[in-house]
């Protein structure tokens, strides 16, 4: 069974930088086309950013996070990471790693595997 532990969420003020990882188990990130979602309270969820199967797959950004945002997998430590910097108020939300078997993973699919999700509070 796949499993995803994220951590690295926190508070920070507008500006700031945090770097997100989730861990994987029972299947490896380059068989597995993975991504980041957010949702704030109230609103949907959303998709940060995804990166198609393999190390170094297809990798699709949100408008509002181009620039600010970096997906990427580290094959040793089996993880999927997102480096986050600049950081706006508008970041907060829960942030989820998820991933999925098949071989792409846009930003409005839906992912097989979630993981229980890391709270980002961005502060003005």
């Known amino acids: 069974q796949v499993q995803l532990v994220e951590s690295g969420g926190g508070s920070v003020e507008a500006g700031g930088s945090l770097r997100l990882s989730c861990v994987v188990s029972g299947n490896t990130v380059t068989s597995l086309s993975m991504g980041w979602f957010r949702q704030a309270p109230g609103k949907e969820r959303e998709g940060v950013a995804t990166t198609a199967i393999g190390e170094y797959g297809l990798t699709y950004y949100a408008d509002s996070v181009k620039g600010r945002f970096t997906i990427s997998k580290d094959r040793t430590k089996n993880t999927l990471s997102l480096e986050m910097n600049k950081l706006e108020p508008e970041d907060t939300a829960m942030y989820y790693c998820?991933?999925?078997?098949?071989?792409?993973?846009?930003?409005?699919?839906?992912?097989?595997?979630w993981g229980q999700g890391t709270k980002v509070t961005v502060s003005s």
């Open positions: 998820a991933a999925d078997p098949g071989w792409r993973l846009t930003l409005e699919n839906e992912p097989k595997y």
